[in-house]
């Protein structure tokens, strides 16, 4: 029975079909929930969220409660009013934070309005301090005006003089007594007039302007016709007397007297008149030979026999190499070293009984010894000119030229006692090329200074060594204690010379009128201003930079604990005060005569303040010259505060200008000027543009307080920062260049320059 229904069940095939049924209806299932999903997914995105059920929001949306912790659901405490209590406050914080940024806004914009009003408050009370002390300086200078003993007066109206009523002049005891003083009138020259003087036209004297060496009469035509003033109002008349030309004899006195005398202004005896002898060499002639009456005209020229100059009277210069061309200076022998090849040297021809001067040298330096080079007897070529008294000159000018350049010493022999009272052609000719070539000349002569070139105005001492001629047999030893500091100080006051007074023919001429100036005690001409042109700009306030970030505030916050900057014056600035100017046009010729022409730049302008100009010492205002000064305190002295206060000091009232060169610098040039602000004593800034180009018209310059005054030279040198410039208006000048680095220093105590003069 049991075998036949197993066997039964296999037969059949029902026991093994119910598996494979089951797997074909989940296979079924499966299909059809692959293909309902989609179909009810698509049912729904496409239906709109207003069409949904509001239970299956609350299922798929995230609500306000969903991010806070379960918490059990009670009477006391149900969840709903614990969400509608989190979104009213978080409500609330949003508003509050929205009223808390309103306020903070509000806040700083009240702070800036009261930052506003509390630096205009401030800037108000600065500029009512210095009203105050405007007035206070005003009310002051009132009073020391009132109190002045000595007023500044206005020149007087100039009275031309008259030619049909010339002042009479007594007539010199002898001619060669004539002075200044005898034979010079004065009328012609006063002091509120200044000095001028004219150049006769050749048409005025023809017979004997036609004689004369043609080079000499175009050098006389140029370096005259900037100083041809109008013949009515002259001071000095010139008139131009040799060199005569190569092989004409000298004129009879007579020819030359008639001449003169048919000048329009000689009146008579030839006053106020230069008779210019430009000599081009030593053997050069002049017409006035012997036995020519020349008044009372003065002479200028080299010495000669026939007319032997009068001392204080008469100019003596020597012949010019340069007639028509400057020297070049780069031509010229260096400075240094201050020995040279040839301790001294020496070549002429000796004149008559002249040997014990050449036995004595010999004697010293025999065979050369010592680097000397003396000829006593000129083996080479005479040059014409020397004889009696004077030595010959031996050789070319270049010849001797190139001697010089290689000789430490140059021996110039001057006159015997019996003679001294000229110094021939010669001897002046050694002169002039010994100072051109750096060689110091050692004159050899009596024990009274010799008539030396200008010798009234220019102190020779500084430029040459005078050895009495008993001295002459210890040259040697002499000239070997002469320290190499004195030798180049000697060359280098010898080179001045020769530059400003000897060089060429203008430098001559222009010597002998500022000499004769000099005499009639008259102010040269002021100074001209180098020419310029006004740059406008555009001034103002920088933005103000912005402020530090949070990492820097500690550190702000540490250097303002360590107090204010230090303040470089006063609490107030000072007003801008032009320092009076030409204040010693009179005195300056009388006083500083001697410094005028033996210092450089010479006496042949006039500037407005120099650095040689005397200042009253400090007690000078306890004593009766108060005028200007402002003591600290009222004199009574005091600490620190007192004297930063002090806008004068225990000196006179000054300022000084700033004179700043550029060239191509905008950005370190506005730092600079923006270090100048409030600067006490400032008077003005000065920038002398060099740049090619012009300043950008978007360029903002800085605001100082004081004028910035742009000028773009019309002449662009290394130099022009010496060049005198017009618009300073205070004595003292601070020049300084623009240096490399952004930090420029300007010290309190500035040095006075030529280059900050008016």
């Not at 048409?203 to 036609?210: F, H």
């Not at 001797?400 to 001897?427: C, I």
């Amino acid at each position: 029975m049991r075998r036949g229904i197993r066997g039964g069940g296999r037969g059949s095939g029902g026991g093994p079909g119910r598996p494979r049924c089951g797997l074909l209806k989940l296979a079924c299932a499966l299909l059809a929930l692959l293909v309902a999903v989609p179909l009810v997914a698509h049912y729904y995105l496409a239906l709109p969220m207003d069409a949904l059920p509001l239970s299956s929001l609350r299922l798929h949306a995230a609500g306000p409660c969903d991010n806070l912790p379960r918490l059990p659901a009670g009477p006391d405490l149900p969840a709903s009013e614990l969400c509608s209590l989190h979104e009213e406050v978080s409500e609330q914080l949003v508003l509050l934070e929205a009223r808390r940024r309103g306020l903070s806004s509000e806040l700083a914009r009240l702070m800036a309005r009261i930052e506003a009003f509390r630096l205009g408050v401030e800037a108000a009370r600065q500029e009512l301090a210095q009203l105050r002390h405007v007035i206070a300086q005003t009310e002051r200078a009132y009073k020391e005006l009132l109190e002045q003993a000595q007023p500044r007066l206005a020149l007087p109206a100039r009275v031309a003089p008259s030619p049909s009523r010339p002042e009479s002049l007594a007539p010199p005891a002898h001619p060669y007594a004539c002075r200044m003083h005898s034979c010079f009138d004065h009328s012609r020259c006063p002091l509120t007039a200044g000095f001028s003087a004219h150049a006769y036209p050749p048409g005025d004297y023809p017979a004997l302007w036609a004689q004369l060496e043609p080079l000499a009469r175009h050098a006389f035509r140029e370096h005259t016709a900037n100083v041809s003033a109008d013949a009515r109002a002259a001071c000095v008349f010139l008139v131009l007397v040799g060199p005569l030309r190569a092989g004409l004899p000298v004129p009879p006195a007579t020819d030359v007297e008639r001449q003169l005398r048919a000048l329009p202004h000689w009146l008579g005896d030839g006053r106020n008149h230069l008779l210019v002898h430009l000599a081009l060499a030593a053997g050069d002639r002049s017409a006035l030979g012997a036995g020519v009456d020349t008044g009372r005209a003065l002479l200028a020229g080299p010495c000669s026999e026939p007319l032997r100059p009068r001392p204080g009277f008469d100019l003596v210069l020597p012949p010019v190499a340069h007639v028509l061309d400057e020297p070049d200076p780069l031509a010229l022998t260096p400075h240094v070293p201050a020995a040279r090849r040839h301790l001294l040297a020496f070549q002429g021809a000796a004149p008559e009984d002249r040997g014990g001067l050449a036995s004595a040298l010999h004697g010293q330096w025999p065979g050369g010894r010592d680097g000397a080079l003396l000829d006593f007897a000129c083996s080479g070529d005479v040059e014409p000119g020397g004889g009696g008294a004077d030595w010959a000159l031996c050789g070319s000018r270049d010849e001797r030229l190139m001697l010089l350049r290689v000789s430490t010493f140059a021996l110039v022999p001057l006159p015997e006692p019996a003679g001294a009272g000229t110094v021939g052609p010669a001897a002046l000719v050694r002169l002039s090329e010994a100072l051109e070539a750096g060689a110091v000349p050692v004159l050899l002569g009596g024990d009274a200074p010799p008539p030396l070139p200008l010798a009234d105005v220019i102190d020779w001492r500084q430029a040459t060594l005078l050895v009495a001629r008993p001295h002459a047999t210890e040259l040697r030893g002499l000239l070997h204690g002469v320290s190499e500091a004195d030798v180049l100080a000697l060359r280098r006051q010898g080179r001045f010379l020769w530059r400003t007074y000897l060089a060429g023919a203008g430098d001559a001429l222009r010597s002998a009128l500022a000499a004769v100036r000099t005499r009639l005690q008259l102010p040269p001409p002021p100074a001209p201003a180098a020419p310029a042109q006004e740059l406008p700009h555009r001034s103002g306030k920088p933005p103000p930079p912005p402020p530090p970030p949070s990492s820097d505030l500690e550190q702000v916050a540490g250097l303002a604990a360590e107090g204010p900057p230090l303040e470089l014056g006063g609490m107030q600035a000072e007003p801008p005060y032009a320092s009076p100017s030409f204040l010693r046009n009179f005195t300056a010729a009388l006083v500083e005569r001697g410094r005028a022409w033996n210092s450089p730049p010479g006496p042949f302008l006039l500037f407005p303040f120099t650095p040689w100009d005397p200042q009253l010492p400090s007690e000078a205002q306890f004593l009766g010259s108060g005028a200007g000064f402002r003591p600290i305190a009222g004199g009574a002295g005091g600490s620190g505060r007192e004297f930063q206060e002090a806008l004068g000091g225990n000196v006179a009232r000054e300022q000084f200008t700033v004179l700043m060169p550029t060239y191509e610098r905008d950005e370190v040039l506005m730092r600079s000027l923006e270090r100048l602000n409030g600067l006490p004593y400032l008077h003005k800034v000065i920038v002398v543009w060099n740049s090619p180009g012009l300043p950008a018209p978007e360029l903002l310059w800085p605001d100082i307080g004081v004028p910035i005054l742009v000028r773009f030279p019309l002449l662009v040198h290394v130099h022009t920062r010496w060049y005198a410039r017009s618009g300073i208006a205070s004595t003292i000048g601070s020049s300084r260049t623009m240096p490399s680095t952004p930090r420029p220093s300007f010290p309190s105590t500035t040095t006075p320059t030529y280059g900050t003069m008016r």
